[in-house]
């Protein structure tokens, strides 16, 4: 090894060392220092680049989310009142399922049908037996239902429409009212074919009570002269819904509340588990003078022999 080896030369350590030939340098030159000052930046753009993809993954969910809400939330909010005869537990359902859809948004966006998953969340909310035990009186029975602009015929269509079963007006509204097919409209009432065929015809059937010109049509005819009254009728509802903005702000509280909920709850139960285990007393500890409550004192315990007692 030369003299000039031993001054400047690299070691066996120096060799192994990271970072050697072929490693990117930064602005110092070779060594420690330059490569501090990559690194750090390179981490930062890297930060950087992943909360801009992050953000713009958020605003592009936030913009897909509105653009469903704009196109659907109003039709939707009519199509609840048909079936509830109650305006106000039409726009309650209406955004209860709008917010579920923003708190499950990747599922709802991967889903093949989003405004139905919607329309099926609402209609669920909308028909559920504890939702109606909260009706005001006369509301939902069709004598006293919300009728909104409907008037003669169509009134008479409502009141028809708002005496059937759930089951059935919710299949007649889907199979007539929307034009879905058959097994459309079984999948999305969570019944079989034959079971969802039986109850639009069951309910074709009662409405033509209040319609006579239904009763001497065919199964087909009915359908079309259904689908244009329930449009009609639609129609003539009034639907203010709020900013989908406000809607989202309003899911992302509702979620946060549920957490400080949950974990409240969490917490008590921790403090219950441990006040008990600290206060509850340890009779199986060797030497403790404290007695179970369900021992019998010493003193009180009788030992029986075989001799009778003469007495006095």
Not at 203 to 226: I, K
Not at 246 to 253: D, F, H, T, Y
Not at 267 to 287: I, K, N, S
Request: aromatic share 4%.
């Amino acid at each position: 090894m030369s003299g000039g080896d031993t001054g400047g030369g690299k070691g066996p350590a120096d060799a192994e060392e990271p970072g050697g030939a072929g490693r990117p340098q930064g602005a110092g030159g070779p060594g420690g220092g330059g490569l501090a000052v990559e690194s750090g930046a390179g981490r930062r753009g890297k930060g950087a680049r992943g909360d801009g993809a992050r953000g713009d993954g958020a605003a592009a969910a936030a913009r897909a989310f509105d653009a469903l809400y704009v196109g659907c939330a109003p039709e939707l909010t009519r199509q609840v009142r048909l079936l509830t005869g109650d305006g106000a537990q039409a726009a309650r359902s209406v955004q209860y399922a709008f917010h579920t859809a923003w708190e499950h948004w990747p599922e709802v966006a991967r889903d093949r049908d989003p405004q139905g998953w919607v329309r099926a969340a609402a209609y669920e909310h909308a028909l559920s037996p504890w939702r109606r035990l909260r009706l005001r009186p006369g509301r939902g029975s069709g004598a006293g239902a919300d009728t909104g602009a409907a008037a003669g015929e169509e009134r008479a269509l409502l009141t028809g429409l708002l005496a059937l079963p759930p089951a059935y007006r919710r299949a007649v509204m889907l199979y007539d009212g929307l034009g879905l097919d058959l097994p459309e409209t079984a999948a999305e009432v969570e019944a079989s074919t034959p079971a969802t065929a039986g109850r639009v015809t069951h309910g074709r059937a009662a409405l033509a009570r209040s319609l006579p010109e239904l009763a001497g049509l065919d199964p087909e005819r009915q359908g079309e002269l259904l689908n244009v009254r329930l449009r009609r009728l639609r129609e003539a509802q009034p639907a203010d819904v709020p900013e989908p903005g406000e809607v989202r702000r309003l899911s992302e509280r509702r979620t946060a509340g549920w957490g400080w909920r949950t974990a409240a709850l969490v917490a008590a139960l921790v403090v219950g588990v441990v006040l008990t285990v600290l206060l509850t007393p340890d009779y199986t500890r060797t030497g403790s003078v404290e007695q179970p409550p369900w021992e019998e004192p010493a003193t009180t315990r009788i030992v029986l022999t075989g001799e009778a007692d003469p007495g006095p």
